[in-house]
């Protein structure tokens, strides 16, 4: 089975605005921009022979205020830029309740059987506290940015920057499987 590394999209593979105490995604393709030092990043991990693959939470597709085209141009704007293997979305409002979305597994369990990963030897990047939920919840090792939305709950490792969560990858991938820190 194969390694993959899942990457929280908004904030992380792509730019976000801040408003107060919260980050703002972008709903249109005019305001989707790409964080240009992911593009090599995620080179990087594809180069180790890592399956790599965006996921996010869209909530604004189900409350009407995200189209599906705009998304999907988003999307392929983010593919064209980084040789991404699959990006995975979560269409849902909280209120649906859903198993697909973050912090639920539903995404890493989608990946996992899309691209036959060993969820036990996988990653999760991510700047928020939801992703660190669904990679405990999926047994898979969760890499956290410093970010006012990292909460307080479980994760792997508390990294810097998105730089500093590929090396540590890299270097777990050298030396075997994950030791929790």
Avoid: Y
């Avoid at 790599?52 to 999307?75: C, K, Y």
């Avoid at 090792?141 to 998105?162: E, K, Y």
């Amino acid at each position: 089975m194969k390694v993959g590394v899942f990457i929280e999209r908004d904030g992380v593979l792509n730019k976000v605005r801040v408003e107060g105490q919260r980050q703002v995604t972008p709903l249109t393709a005019i305001e989707f921009e790409v964080n240009p030092e992911a593009v090599s990043l995620v080179k990087k991990l594809r180069a180790a022979g890592l399956v790599v693959i965006a996921t996010s939470n869209q909530p604004g597709l189900s409350h009407g205020h995200l189209s599906r085209r705009e998304l999907d141009r988003m999307n392929e704007s983010l593919q064209r830029a980084m040789p991404l293997n699959d990006i995975l979305i979560c269409p849902h409002a909280e209120a649906d309740r859903c198993p697909c979305r973050k912090p639920k597994p539903g995404l890493l369990i989608e990946g996992k059987f899309k691209w036959q990963l060993d969820l036990e030897r996988s990653f999760v990047i991510s700047d928020k506290w939801q992703d660190a939920e669904a990679a405990r919840a999926a047994g898979c090792t969760s890499l956290i940015l410093r970010s006012p939305w990292a909460g307080s709950v479980h994760h792997d490792f508390l990294l810097s920057n998105f730089s500093a969560a590929v090396d540590k990858i890299l270097q777990l991938q050298v030396s075997g499987p994950a030791v929790v820190a």
